[in-house]
């Protein structure tokens, strides 16, 4: 009887802290003790271990000894030490890691074959393991401590693997793991069921966003310059107009102009969807900007996280470096609406909840649609205003877009249904592909990618106020226009500062040196939801 201790990781949020799980097998009162703040599904770790360790069927013993099955040590007294014991601690995925100490404890394993090894792994009854969500996280917050092995179970094995420089094993009961570390053969055992059921075979879910085009729309140049800008510098989106004008149409169409994924944004969004227990065991490692398309009665713990016990993403972070679509966006709750604030501005979303706190990345494109009323027929400059809702009516559905709100979009763009001369145009008989605009898109952020190279944001859309205007400062005319719009009361402070951001994505669409009066008009255009001159549309094609 002895001390032994294994690892493992607690997750808060997207973080994750590595922890040592040591047990101490003594003489004393007979019973087991977790200690190190666990939870109540933790807590029940004890009466799963022991159930899992009995029925494991483990065979010890040599041919000079007589064989028996591996116990636990029932009539000793365990303590499990959870360290660091002030850090809170929450889930199921700790038993493997306490079961496997308990047997090093004992001797059953040798204490050295559990050093620089991670364990993940719910235990069934039965001892069989049982997969959770938060593997990569894990895994990747473990490599950063020097974890060179990690044991999963079996169906999270090869999202485990994303993780380069670690050696994974995929197992599927707690006697398959405690072999592996005596080196004795590995026993069969049932495979490990999945953590959730496979997709509807009729549901194609994002898939479906591979087939929308650009070409498939006919004129609406103005609203497609925007949604290129927005796309190249990560900048927030509002779309207004009637309704059946297209807003929706173009709105699922920006995923379609968005480069591939890094690596590293790949692995960002991969471990955010696994908290979120959104990963199939069959998921490769998501390299395509999601989109995410909320219905309007969503909650505020499904938009921006929470939830009881594990606080888990919500849908702005899981649409992470992608695009969150926010249709009929002045039928969302209050709370909802202005709850976006903080993550529309600083690009994240922090959850406190008593003494838990978890902060989860939100940088994606944010887009906002909405009709002009109710009744989605106020349009009077178009010269056909059908609408039927009263005055009060429609001055209470567009209060839902507050001056905060309003003031974090950063580009605003009015869509009006496609007419005869809109045919006619010649732009909108060849309209661009997807593939065409994403090349241009691309080739923009790689110009922001080596501007910002070594900072800790990669697109215009992120760039921090005070250092653009200090390290990357528009043209003296463009800064004496800027000042103008700015003291003259048509522009906030903050407002100044997006116009500041999508000066330069215009100019790295452009090619051009630095932002001039003509990057910054058509930025000022884009922010204040005022028309692009036919010669700017043409110039951008």
Excluded at 303 to 309: A, D, F, S, Y
Excluded at 350 to 360: L, N
Excluded at 500 to 508: K, P, V
């Amino acid at each position: 009887m002895g001390v032994a201790t294994a690892s493992t990781v607690a997750l808060q949020g997207a973080v994750g802290h590595l922890i040592d799980v040591q047990v101490d097998v003594s003489r004393g009162m007979v019973g087991t003790t977790i200690v190190g703040r666990p939870d109540v599904a933790l807590n029940e770790a004890r009466d799963r271990c022991r159930m899992a360790v009995n029925n494991s069927g483990l065979r010890l013993g040599s041919r000079d000894e007589e064989e028996r099955t591996a116990e636990w040590p029932s009539t000793r007294r365990v303590t499990i030490l959870l360290s660091p014991a002030d850090l809170p601690k929450s889930g199921t995925h700790f038993d493997l890691a306490i079961a496997v100490a308990t047997m090093g404890a004992i001797g059953v394993v040798p204490v050295g074959a559990l050093a620089g090894t991670l364990f993940i792994g719910e235990l069934t009854l039965s001892g069989g393991l049982r997969s959770g969500p938060g593997v990569l996280p894990m895994v990747l917050a473990a490599s950063t401590r020097g974890i060179r092995r990690v044991f999963v179970p079996e169906p999270q094995s090869r999202e485990a693997a994303m993780v380069p420089g670690i050696a994974v094993f995929g197992v599927r009961s707690l006697a398959q793991v405690l072999c592996e570390l005596r080196g004795e053969e590995v026993p069969e055992a049932p495979p490990v069921a999945p953590m959730s059921g496979s997709r509807l075979l009729a549901w194609r879910g994002q898939e479906r966003m591979a087939e929308q085009d650009l070409a498939d729309l006919l004129g609406m140049q103005d609203a497609r310059f925007g949604l290129e800008v927005a796309a190249a510098g990560g900048h927030h989106l509002m779309l207004s107009g009637p309704r059946g004008a297209g807003k929706t149409t173009l709105a699922e169409r920006i995923p379609g102009i968005l480069p591939d994924l890094t690596l590293d944004e790949s692995l960002e969004l991969t471990a955010i969807h696994s908290l979120a227990g959104a990963l199939e065991p069959t998921d490769s490692m998501l390299s395509r900007p999601p989109f995410f398309a909320p219905h309007h009665d969503a909650s505020k713990a499904s938009l921006l996280g929470g939830g009881t016990g594990r606080v888990r993403p919500g849908e702005i972070s899981r649409a992470h470096n992608g695009v969150l679509f926010l249709d009929e966006f002045p039928l969302f709750q209050s709370d909802v609406i202005e709850a976006l604030r903080q993550p529309l501005e600083s690009g994240e979303v922090t959850i406190a909840r008593g003494e838990e706190s978890a902060t989860f990345p939100a940088r994606g494109i944010v887009v906002l649609a909405a009709n002009p009323c109710p009744c989605g027929d106020f349009d009077v400059d178009a010269g056909r205003d059908r609408c039927i809702c009263t005055p009060a009516r429609r001055n209470a559905y567009r209060a839902k877009f507050t001056g905060p709100i309003a003031d974090r979009i950063d580009i605003l763009r009015h869509v009006r249904p496609v007419t005869g001369d809109d045919a006619r145009d010649p732009l909108a008989r060849a309209p661009e592909t997807s593939a065409t605009v994403r090349q241009r898109v691309a080739l923009a952020r790689e110009r922001q990618r080596e501007r910002y190279a070594g900072r800790s944001w990669r697109l215009n859309g992120q760039a921090p106020g005070p250092i653009l205007r200090h390290e990357w400062p528009l043209s003296e005319t463009a800064e004496r226009l800027l000042d103008q719009q700015l003291f003259g009361g048509g522009l906030t402070r903050r407002g100044a500062t997006r116009v500041h951001r999508m000066a330069w994505t215009i100019t790295d669409l452009w090619g051009t040196e630095r932002p001039g009066v003509e990057e910054l008009d058509v930025a000022l255009r884009l922010r204040l939801g005022q028309p692009l001159q036919d010669a700017i549309l043409r110039q951008a094609v």
